[in-house]
């Protein structure tokens, strides 16, 4: 009876969400033959849904980056990465603020700018995230799980709330104004504004003809985001500090022996994860125009499920698991109804992760400890 | 325990029974307590700031007195918004409330600003007294009364266990704002509509007041659509909108929504996607008439949007309400913009009126009933709104609303109108 069960537990409760999903998919805008009408109606929309989602799953991928690589090396889940994230945002919204680019109209200077703000925010959200693992996490790498997994969610609390202090100082950032730190603040659009500044359209498809909008904001996150992916698989594949990482993601007491140097493969792991995380943050700042203490919870949750579904532990998971949701959520949204966007997001998760526990491409990891 | 531990810890329980004993006896002018509830954690702390702000000066204004001296009214401005919603919260409204019904000296509770927080703390101050609820801010018709094909069946009377009415508002109702929206859509030429909420109680019933109106009027309303409050962008979803009227975009667009949940976010990718607010026009309720919007999605992107919302511009006030808005500049070292503090100040007023008219009539000003009784009695109050009264159901029989237009920068009024 209970091998029964075991072998076909698995069928039973899939067969009753793909029969949930069908029989409730109408109410939150499943309705197949309409979203086929619209698409051979204007298969041009599908392209353009694709371009959003695309450039929206990058900086999910990106983060999810984050939530995976720590996961793999010492297996806890960083609820702080989303808000270390949001404070890359205000980082370069502040740095833009500090060297003027904000208020320039020169298109030099707002290119100066803009990397500056890159490499600033980079650094600050690499420092921070060290500096969270070395103050909240290493102390209670040997003790239970759960409390390192407290711990976590008790700085994620700490970090929003250093987000809710920085949206405050409108002498760092004036257009922050007297809302407070509670508002949403504007990120100004500088790429279209560096496009306008030398007489260009920022919707560099406009010379068409097609229709299409595939702008600069675009190409930048599109562009920067493969650069990250490409730069971080060559670092884990081919480098030596690489190589110390995969082999204390496989078994941490033997790298030991082989006298890797666990804390600072972890300090590692934690420096290019934040770092990864800043970069997200200019980019999301430039393709959204939204700087909000609170952004970083819902990118988190989002990059959390793209580590899950990409199979967490699992760097090119990660990213495939990114693409996939930023292309779903943008495909809900525009064929169906963007009331239940998030429904279909982690109705998709659940139906992978009853199909593949491990995710998409994720290896067994629960076999050490 | 170590003895001298005990002996500090009896003495501080001793000195405490006797700090306790002094605060309920003796004191000459007896303390009555006025509390707001409104959100102040998060965007829309512009507009609670100036209510708060406007209910203060009134006070203020009264000398902080009540019946020539022989009360002393205290005013606290609670926050019902928690950090982690960014938002208003449901428990922390709740929480509001169950603290006000428990304490005896609160005899008027200056709130909610959202409806959907009126709908949590009506019953629990209902079942307390009961503990009137003056509301400078709810909007949506069905906590006071009936409005067809737009509230509930068992609404209002589910709000009120006890069968009494405990709520009044100085804000008109969603029904009445519906009609002024569609009457401004007609008159800027607006042929198709596309709308937008927020899916709470005061988003999604004020989007269905404009849908149900501007049917009426003939405007084709292509769709109602809920969105995730939430989300990063919504570029997919103003790309569907942006070919949803036969292949282009809609004249129009309208947002069910309080500024808190991510409408400046919205306006960014509407304005991305299809253009300025004069191409495709925004226009909002009353609770994105606040220069929060303005702030979260800049000055350019915001200028054009059109919105509404319950009060007369400031042009049009009367004698008390210049007065106030001179007396808020002067206190506050700024004049304000937002026309909820216009509101805010007749919400006190109505309180410390209804004080005074207990006091009157020779009644107890402490007991809950007698003032809930005297709120309900307001008639012909001169208040900064003009002159207005509170009907059976406890709405304002003024029913004027505010319509402006973001123009450099800021909300300029357009005029006030009538439904």
């Known amino acids: ?369 | 325990m170590s003895k001298r531990l005990f002996v500090t810890f009896s003495v501080l329980v001793i000195a405490s029974m006797l700090l306790a004993a002094c605060g309920g006896g003796g004191g000459a002018a007896k303390t009555l307590k006025i509390v707001s509830s409104l959100p102040m954690t998060g965007a829309n702390l512009v507009i609670s700031q100036a209510i708060v702000n406007a209910e203060i000066l009134r006070l203020e204004q009264a000398g902080g007195t009540a019946c020539d001296g022989k009360y002393t009214v205290i005013y606290e401005a609670w926050d019902d918004a928690s950090a982690a919603l960014g938002k208003w919260d449901p428990a922390v409204e709740t929480e509001n409330a169950n603290k006000a019904a428990a304490d005896p000296t609160i005899i008027a509770y200056l709130g909610t600003y959202n409806s959907g927080a009126a709908k949590l703390s009506i019953p629990i101050l209902n079942g307390a007294g009961p503990l009137v609820m003056i509301s400078p801010a709810n909007t949506y018709p069905g906590l006071t009364h009936a409005a067809a094909g737009l509230t509930d069946p068992d609404e209002p009377d589910k709000y009120y266990p006890s069968g009494e009415r405990n709520y009044a508002r100085v804000a008109a109702t969603d029904d009445y704002q519906g009609s002024v929206d569609a009457n401004l859509m007609v008159s800027l030429g607006i042929k198709t509509l596309y709308i937008v909420d927020d899916n709470e109680l005061y988003g999604k019933g004020v989007a269905d007041s404009v849908n149900q109106k501007a049917a009426a009027l003939g405007i084709n309303v292509i769709a109602q659509e809920g969105y995730d409050t939430k989300a990063a962008d919504y570029k997919a979803l103003m790309t569907k909108i942006s070919t949803s009227n036969a292949g282009g975009p809609p004249d129009a667009i309208f947002i069910g929504a309080v500024v808190d949940n991510n409408v400046a976010q919205v306006l960014k990718d509407k304005v991305a996607i299809m253009g300025d607010n004069e191409t495709v026009k925004f226009i909002g309720p009353d609770a994105i008439y606040t220069g929060a919007l303005i702030e979260g999605a800049g000055a350019d992107v915001a200028e054009g949007v059109y919105a509404s919302a319950p009060g007369l511009a400031f042009k049009d006030l009367g004698e008390v309400g210049k007065k106030f808005l001179a007396d808020y500049t002067a206190r506050f070292g700024g004049a304000t913009k937002e026309p909820y503090a216009v509101l805010g100040f007749d919400t006190m007023g109505a309180a410390l009126k209804a004080i005074e008219d207990v006091c009157a009539a020779g009644g107890d000003p402490t007991n809950r009933k007698a003032v809930r009784d005297a709120v309900f009695a307001i008639k012909d109050y001169d208040g900064a709104l003009g002159k207005w009264s509170f009907d059976a159901n406890g709405d304002i029989t003024l029913l004027w609303f505010v319509v402006g237009k973001v123009t450099g920068g800021q909300f300029v009024e357009f005029g006030s109108f009538l439904p």
């Open chain 1, 1 to 369: 009876m209970k091998s029964f069960f075991r072998r076909f537990m698995r069928p039973i409760i899939a067969i009753l969400v793909i029969y949930l999903v069908f029989l409730l998919g109408p109410i939150a805008g499943l309705d197949f033959p309409i979203i086929v009408g619209r698409i051979q109606e204007s298969p041009k929309m599908l392209v353009q849904f694709l371009i959003i989602g695309l450039a929206n799953g990058a900086i999910v991928a990106i983060i999810a980056l984050g939530y995976t690589m720590v996961y793999g090396i010492i297996e806890l889940i960083n609820f702080a990465h989303g808000d270390v994230y949001m404070i890359g945002v205000f980082t370069a919204l502040s740095t833009l603020s500090v060297t003027g680019a904000l208020t320039t109209n020169n298109p030099v200077h707002l290119v100066l700018g803009i990397v500056a703000a890159l490499v600033v925010a980079m650094i600050v959200c690499a420092s921070l995230n060290v500096g969270i693992e070395r103050l909240a996490y290493r102390r209670l790498r040997n003790a239970p799980r759960l409390a390192a997994l407290i711990s976590a969610i008790g700085m994620s609390f700490i970090v929003e709330n250093i987000g809710l202090i920085w949206a405050a100082q409108s002498w760092l950032v004036p257009s922050f104004g007297t809302t407070g730190g509670g508002a949403q603040k504007s990120f100004p659009d500088l790429l279209s504004k560096i496009m306008i500044s030398l007489n260009l359209d920022p919707n560099l498809l406009a010379s068409t003809g097609l229709g299409l909008r595939f702008t600069i904001k675009d190409l930048l996150v599109i562009v920067l985001a493969s650069i990250l992916m490409i730069g971080l698989r060559f670092f884990i594949q081919n480098t030596r500090l690489g190589k110390a990482m995969r082999a204390t993601a496989q078994n941490r007491d033997a790298a030991k022996m082989m006298g890797i140097n666990i804390d600072r493969v972890i300090s590692i792991t934690f420096l290019i994860g934040g770092g990864l995380a800043g970069a997200a943050g200019l980019m999301a700042g430039l393709y959204n125009n939204t700087a909000w203490w609170f952004m970083g919870f819902r990118a988190g949750i989002q990059a959390f499920t793209a580590a899950v579904l990409g199979g967490i532990g699992n760097i090119t998971g990660a990213m495939l698991g990114g693409f996939l949701i930023g292309l779903l959520a943008a495909f809900s949204d525009g064929y169906m109804d963007a009331r239940w966007t998030n429904l279909w997001v982690f109705a998709v998760l659940v139906l992978i992760l009853i199909f593949r526990p491990t995710g998409l491409l994720g290896e067994q990891v629960g076999e050490k400890a």
